[in-house]
């Protein structure tokens, strides 16, 4: 059973550029969440999705940050017009059914530098 | 809201001993308690949890405990060994919400 998977591990981006990052959860698994992690600190929250459904985004900025779960295909964060301070480590992690398990499995993370 | 917070940002333990690594929270409503453990360039990995109705609890040579009175919680790792130096994250995680992490303490192991 392949773990999470999320691509690229590695992405390069000028100011101003978009930034796609991918997720594919667990095997089964329909809920998904996306963490950002600065360098030195711990993980912080952005967004929890389900199949076609945004279920929290307290955690996301206001402004260029956007995250999607389709029915089809992988979970998209999506950040526009990246600055510096978009400099950082993105996870996400998946569970099977809400509430049903309380150890969610984290994919490698990408790793996101804005030039 | 809830936070978490670690006593120590490194530790340093002679290969063999025990590590203990704390941590302090300030919202006692939550469901389970988590250590993660993050290797330097991986993601997060489950090492152990803990109901907030329990006090104690083993896995293989780690133990969690939780003191609610105080809250806090710590991770002790018995006989340390090179594998587990890494970043050493406590979290909380209510229902189907958001995990919140702590800043994590780096452990390293000295030969």
């Known amino acids: 059973n392949a773990g999470v998977m999320q691509n690229p591990r590695h992405l390069v981006r000028r100011r101003g550029q978009e930034a796609r990052l991918r997720c594919s959860p667990m095997?089964?698994?329909?809920?998904v969440y996306w963490y950002r992690q600065l360098p030195e600190e711990g993980l912080k929250f952005m967004v929890y999705?389900?199949?076609?459904?945004?279920?929290?985004e307290s955690g996301m900025p206001k402004e260029r940050f956007s995250a999607e779960f389709p029915k089809e295909g992988p979970s998209i964060l999506r950040i526009q017009q990246v600055v510096r301070g978009d400099s950082a480590a993105y996870f996400c992690?998946?569970?099977?059914?809400?509430?049903?398990?309380?150890?969610?499995?984290f994919g490698p993370g990408t790793r996101l530098t804005v030039l | 809201g809830e936070s978490v917070g670690l006593h120590l940002p490194t530790l340093s333990v002679q290969e063999g001993d025990n590590s203990i690594i704390n941590c302090a929270y300030s919202?006692?409503?939550?469901?389970?308690f988590i250590w993660y453990k993050q290797e330097s360039g991986k993601g997060p990995q489950f090492i152990i949890d803990?109901?907030?109705?329990?006090d104690k609890r083993q896995g293989q040579r780690v133990t969690v405990l939780l003191n609610k009175t105080v809250k806090h919680l710590s991770l002790q790792i018995a006989a340390t060994q090179p594998g587990d130096s890494a970043v050493y994250f406590c979290?909380?995680?209510?229902?189907?919400?958001?995990?919140?992490f702590g800043q994590g303490t780096r452990l390293t192991i000295n030969p």
């Open positions: 979290a909380l995680f209510r229902g189907a919400q958001k995990l919140v």
């Open positions: 999705l389900q199949k076609e459904n945004i279920i929290d």
């Open positions: 992690a998946s569970l099977p059914t809400s509430g049903s398990y309380n150890e969610q499995f």
């Open positions: 095997k089964g698994h329909s809920h």
């Open positions: 803990i109901r907030s109705n329990m």
């Open positions: 919202n006692s409503a939550s469901d389970y």
